[in-house]
């Protein structure tokens, strides 16, 4: 006995729709403003523990950052990273560069 096929739509492409229908959301929109691209510096570590405590390492020790990552993400760049030491996460963080050009 054949089998049956079941791909009957397989080759039939959907039309455009026309008309009728409500007009473009685009238009309703405000335009969109232009954002100035941020340059970052050179990025540095820092460790957050378990009660959000951030460390940064300095003179080859480990000590406390005064900012925490929920700050740092608000005007600068962060990136997770993949590797724990100690139980506490890894955080690449690149401050954004201030150009004076007056």
């Given at each position: 006995?054949?089998?049956?096929?079941?791909?009957?739509?397989?080759?039939?492409?959907?039309?455009?729709r026309?008309?009728?229908?409500?007009?473009?959301?685009r238009?309703?929109?405000?335009?969109?403003?232009k954002r100035?691209?941020?340059?970052?510096?050179?990025?540095?570590?820092?460790?957050?523990?378990?009660?959000?405590?951030?460390?940064?390492?300095?003179?080859?020790?480990w000590i406390?950052?005064?900012?925490?990552?929920?700050?740092?993400?608000?005007?600068?760049?962060?990136?997770?990273?993949?590797?724990k030491?100690?139980?506490?996460?890894?955080?690449?963080?690149?401050?954004?560069?201030?150009?004076d050009?007056?």
């Amino acid at each position: 006995m054949g089998q049956r096929k079941h791909h009957h739509n397989q080759n039939k492409r959907q039309k455009p729709r026309t008309g009728g229908g409500p007009a473009p959301l685009r238009a309703a929109l405000p335009p969109l403003e232009k954002r100035i691209p941020v340059v970052y510096g050179r990025p540095f570590i820092i460790l957050e523990d378990s009660q959000k405590g951030t460390f940064v390492y300095t003179g080859g020790q480990w000590i406390p950052h005064d900012r925490s990552i929920a700050e740092c993400r608000l005007d600068c760049q962060v990136k997770a990273l993949s590797q724990k030491i100690n139980g506490m996460t890894r955080y690449e963080v690149a401050l954004p560069v201030t150009a004076d050009t007056e």
